[in-house]
């Protein structure tokens, strides 16, 4: 079973129906019992940095990442639940993250050398494979995923994207710990790929 954690941001709904399309059980909670029987781990997110780690702390969820984390579980944060996993935020501010990945999430827009490029960086992109990872054995170099926020970090870094001048880390993974910036889950089928690779894990 895979749990996705529900601290009151992220696409729930999308990303349990994604799960259901290739086959697997999913549940969307915050019960400590239910992570705990759960073989793999989903963090989404959706919004800004602060707000989300706010709501992630007032509801516990924080120290639950943390703990099935250290359990050696497979977790995956997706989107801002990926900048969550690294150390510290500049977005709106700086806010401390739960640092299971080395690395800072920045504004995109102080490497850009193409002014005219939107920020945050949304829409399809082809993703370069960097490192070989069992999470892409159903993924080929170059396949094109969804973005909807832009980060850049350089370490764990397994894939990334061309944006203008700058690559924008596309997965990262530190030990058990992965995190995807695109949505898989509106992805298409390679995204749909992915996460059963994950499921594999």
Known sequence: MIAVIDYGVGNLFSLKSSLSAIGQEAVVTRDQEELDRADHILLPGVGAFGDAVEKLRSTGMDRAVLRQAAAGKPLLGICLGMQLLFDKSFEYGEHPGL?????????????????????????????QILKDDPLFRHVRDGEYVYYVHARDCAAGTLAASRYGNVDVTGVVRRGNVYGTQFHPEKSGDTGLRLLRAFAEL
């Not at 800072?104 to 993703?127: A, C, E, F, I, Y």
């Open 99 to 127: 640092g299971l990945v080395p690395g800072q999430v920045v504004d995109l827009r102080r490497d850009l050398t193409d002014k005219t490029l939107k920020v945050p960086h949304m829409g399809w992109n082809s993703l």
